[in-house]
């Protein structure tokens, strides 16, 4: 089945150390986004990339660094800049064609930072 | 300036009644795109319907609706015939073709359906 898959589900984590969340599609998409949601928030754009070895900041990106080295892996690092890293963390991804327009979106990584 | 205004937080409705959420946008962008999410509990995001500025019909996917309103810049989803499952948190969400196709999310409306 073709998808978008984090990991792991929950993490956690002690305060200073950085943590990477993973995320895979299989979906042949060339856009992935990092998005961070805050309890009874919206979600915030951290890092997005349309192709491979490209990336770009979104709103939030102090704290956070991302790869993009192959077309299938969009990696989220929360290093230990990032003041308040406990939120939850969805990765999605978009096909780049013109009259493509739906963003898939994977189950999530809740980060507990202790 | 936000984007993208959902002004209900909480919206509490009977089951089998219809219902619409309500979802304002800013943007001086000619072609952009406007959707809808639905997040249960589970913290999954559900892609609903999606509608294109230059689109001239209002976009249907069985159950949804979405009544779009260029002029006044309104983007309202409309559930008819509300189940017990579509107790959800809703984003309305925007995507602008000038900002390297960055889709931008709404704070949400929580709908309760109530037996």
């Known amino acids: 089945d073709g998808g978008i898959t984090q990991s792991p589900k929950y993490l956690f984590r002690k305060e200073g150390q950085n943590v990477t969340l993973s995320c895979e599609q299989n979906?042949?998409?060339?856009?992935m986004y990092w998005y961070r949601q805050d309890p009874g928030q919206g979600l915030r754009l951290i890092y997005y990339?349309?192709?491979?070895?490209?990336?770009q900041k979104g709103d939030i990106a102090e704290g956070y660094s991302v790869s993009r080295e192959k077309k299938e892996s969009f990696p989220l690092t929360v290093t230990s800049a990032q003041k308040n890293p406990t939120a939850f963390y969805l990765c999605?991804?978009?096909?780049?064609?013109?009259?493509?327009?739906?963003?898939?979106f994977g189950p999530g990584t809740r980060l507990t930072v202790l | 300036a936000q984007k993208i205004t959902q002004t209900q937080p909480g919206m509490f409705v009977q089951e089998k009644e219809a219902v619409t959420l309500d979802c304002t946008y800013d943007?001086?962008?000619?072609?952009?795109?406007l959707f809808w999410y639905k997040q249960p509990s589970s913290g999954e995001m559900i892609f609903l319907i999606y509608?294109?500025?230059?689109?001239?019909q209002n976009a249907t996917e069985g159950r949804y609706s979405l009544n779009f309103q260029k002029a006044r810049k309104s983007a309202n989803l409309v559930i008819s015939a509300s189940q017990l499952g579509d107790s959800a948190m809703y984003f309305c969400?925007?995507?602008?073709?000038?900002?390297?196709?960055?889709?931008?999310f709404g704070k949400g409306t929580r709908l309760h359906i109530l037996p």
């Open positions: 509608q294109g500025s230059y689109d001239q």
């Open positions: 990339s349309q192709i491979v070895n490209d990336f």
């Open positions: 999605a991804s978009r096909s780049s064609g013109r009259y493509t327009n739906e963003q898939f």
């Open positions: 979906l042949n998409h060339d856009a």
């Open positions: 969400a925007m995507r602008e073709a000038n900002r390297d196709d960055k889709i931008i």
């Open positions: 943007t001086s962008d000619p072609s952009y795109g």
